[in-house]
């Protein structure tokens, strides 16, 4: 049995990186309601959505009050929750709703080591009630607690097998970054002491090394790897003449962006390290169209930073990457025919090479809005740059940069469901990526399957990336902006979208405040369906259309498996908190069928839980005789309970009060009741 967690007696505090655009190898407290004057993105009232469940515009300001606010009252939080005496709560973002609810996001630490892996997303109302935990691990308090501190293997043998691991991604350093690190590695299992090492110098076409090893301090043994870089008037050469933000006066100009947190762009002038130089001149007239011109591609980045600022503030009541109000900068004419670009967390930057033959700079509007959005998602839900959370990483990307292009609606470059389709990497005009059909591209995914977790993130992401296309635009052939599309679902069951504006706001939501380092595509349905459910209503069209929407994709099934399997369906669907260590029991009233139950009753259970194995399942028939359905296990963390059970219910009167009876046994974890379903 896990440990139960003290309760405190008031609230008092909150409760409950880099990446290149193409594939070459993780980016790398009780929070009172915000000071008055917070209010709702102006862009975000989608029609028929809660008002209050929406984000809120957070001034800078605003947001450093939260976050102060958090940290004095950290040391509460982790008493709360349950942590340790050796564990300490490190406070790493705060968002806020419309209705005062605040999401609180914490790194931890355990004997002074970070935790990688053990970050969490506390969701407090404005009255200081907690209202749920999103965790990344879902280790015990007792797991920790085993773990040790003293190191089997010297750090000489952590760096050694870094460097190894480096040199097979093409990197020729000889020596790390950095000494080798403890930390305690959570995100794959059962907790244990580990290194972390960080090997730098040039990936095999060019790209900056970030490559982060993982290595058990036990047995030597890799564990895990992530490579943290993700990849006045402008004349630019993909959006036409544009105003820039700029600096200076007279016959005095740079590309230096005030309006938008002093964002600034550089020329690297064909190098690989550094800032470069700022670009400057005399008339504030940047570029002429061609790629000749070195200010052409400054032009580009320089808009696509401004457009993407533009975006998530207006829209989504962000401002800047990290909320703060400091903007990134842009550095171009990386390298000699650099086909890449790139973010990279550790100089808060985007970065751009000139293509092959340096004719085609990777600038255009939806690049620059993939790559700042790595950093906001480097500075939010952090997801692991590896694995099924690497290719969700890759998809938010895409889809923002999606957002981003019909926010800025550019006569020259209008939105679009493709990505990169302006740069023509391919030398034949076709895109990079196509969002309604991604295997188009000859290497991405366009379903869920068990093994998509081993495949490139540029193409796991695939799946995540038609899951929003459908959720906008729904299933079949139709044509936007004068580009024809037709998406097919895994199931063949079609999907009506809801529209563009409404998709962004539920991932957006569902990245900032339910998404977590370590977070898969079920745990991403989890999360979205939760959001549907906060800002339209679990009945709702918009909630249906996220399930159908995932289920096109083979992640979790349609409501009601998309057909009902014959015979007479009672539900119910009203969602309530299910309270740990309770019993609550959820009716469904049969009537007008004849009879017994059938001896093949169909139950269908629809659970979010942070950790199944504390519930015991039973339906209990009107004249009170219960049939066990599950029973809890301490060994069994994963997330959900979305299962359909068959029950021999012959010798019970059909019609009456049905029970579906939930027992959470063991403290901890909280959870929600989503729905269950009665077939007769």
């Not at 259309?545 to 009672?570: C, E, H, L, M, Q």
Request: glycine letters at 12%; aromatic letters at 8%.
């Amino acid at each position: 049995m896990r440990p139960t967690p003290s309760r405190r007696a008031t609230a008092t505090g909150a409760l409950i990186a880099a990446t290149a655009l193409l594939a070459v190898g993780m980016q790398g407290g009780a929070a009172t309601a915000a000071p008055d004057g917070a209010s709702a993105a102006p862009a975000a009232a989608v029609r028929g959505a809660d008002p209050g469940a929406l984000p809120a515009k957070l001034s800078p300001s605003q947001r450093a009050e939260l976050l102060k606010e958090a940290n004095s009252t950290k040391a509460a939080t982790a008493k709360e929750l349950g942590l340790g005496s050796t564990e300490k709560l490190v406070v790493r973002d705060v968002v806020k709703d419309v209705d005062g609810t605040t999401h609180t996001r914490y790194e931890r630490t355990l004997d002074g080591l970070p935790v990688l892996g053990g970050d969490l997303v506390v969701a407090e109302s404005k009255s200081g009630t907690t209202e749920g935990v999103t965790k990344a691990s879902k280790a015990t308090g007792a797991q920790l607690k085993a773990v040790g501190t003293t190191a089997d293997v010297a750090p000489a043998t952590a760096e050694k097998q870094a460097l190894t691991a480096a040199r097979a991604d093409g990197s020729k350093s000889n020596e790390a970054s950095s000494a080798p690190r403890k930390v305690v590695w959570a995100a794959s299992g059962t907790p244990q002491l580990a290194y972390e090492t960080v090997v730098g110098g040039l990936q095999h076409d060019g790209t900056p090394n970030e490559l982060h090893v993982i290595t058990d301090a036990s047995s030597g043994a890799k564990l895990f790897e992530w490579q943290a870089i993700e990849n006045g008037t402008g004349n630019t050469q993909y959006s036409g003449t544009v105003t820039l933000g700029t600096s200076g006066s007279g016959s005095s100009y740079n590309l230096t962006d005030t309006a938008r947190g002093g964002h600034k762009t550089y020329n690297l002038n064909r190098g690989t390290s550094g800032t470069g130089t700022l670009f400057s001149g005399t008339d504030d007239v940047w570029g002429n169209g061609s790629a000749s011109n070195t200010e052409t591609a400054a032009a580009d980045a320089h808009y696509g930073a401004a457009e993407t600022w533009d975006f998530y503030k207006n829209v989504m009541g962000r401002t800047g990457i990290k909320g703060d109000g400091v903007g990134a900068y842009s550095r171009v004419h990386y390298g000699n025919s650099y086909v890449n670009a790139f973010w990279s967390d550790s100089c808060f930057c985007m970065t751009y090479g000139d293509g092959s033959g340096n004719l085609a700079p990777l600038t255009s509007l939806d690049v620059a809005a993939h790559e700042m959005t790595h950093g906001v998602t480097s500075n939010t839900a952090g997801l692991n740059y590896s694995g099924e959370s690497g290719g969700l990483n890759e998809a938010t990307s895409d889809i923002f940069a999606a957002g981003v292009e019909f926010y800025s609606n550019t006569a020259t470059d209008p939105g679009d469901y493709l990505v990169g389709e302006k740069i023509d990497i391919n030398g034949d005009g076709t895109p990079l990526r196509y969002m309604d059909k991604p295997s188009k591209d000859g290497a991405s995914k366009d379903s869920w399957y068990s093994g998509l977790g081993s495949v490139d993130v540029h193409y796991s992401s695939g799946p995540a990336n038609h899951f929003f296309y459908l959720l906008s635009e729904g299933s079949g052939a139709k044509t936007v902006n004068g580009v024809s599309y037709n998406s097919p679902t895994s199931d063949g069951l079609p999907v009506t979208g809801i529209g563009r504006d409404k998709a962004l706001q539920i991932w957006f939501k569902a990245l900032t405040t339910k998404f977590t380092s370590t977070t898969n595509y079920a745990a991403a349905r989890t999360g979205t369906l939760a959001v549907a459910g906060e800002l339209y209503g679990t009945t709702s069209a918009e909630y249906t259309a996220v399930a159908n929407a995932w289920a096109a994709i083979a992640v979790g099934s349609r409501p009601g498996g998309g057909t009902d399997p014959g015979g007479k369906v009672f539900q119910n669907t009203t969602v309530k908190a299910i309270a740990d260590r309770s019993t609550t029991n959820f009716p469904v009233v049969v009537s007008g069928v004849t009879g017994n139950a059938p001896s093949n009753l169909s139950v269908a259970v629809n659970i979010s839980h942070t950790y199944r194995g504390d519930l015991v399942l039973d339906l209990v028939a009107p004249d009170g005789t219960a049939y066990r359905l599950k029973n809890s296990s301490s060994s069994d963390s994963a997330d959900n309970v979305v299962a359909t059970y068959t029950v021999n219910a012959s010798s019970e009167v059909a019609n009456g009060t049905w029970n579906l009876k939930v027992q959470d046994v063991y403290s901890g974890d909280t959870g929600t009741f989503n729905s269950v379903k009665l077939t007769f």
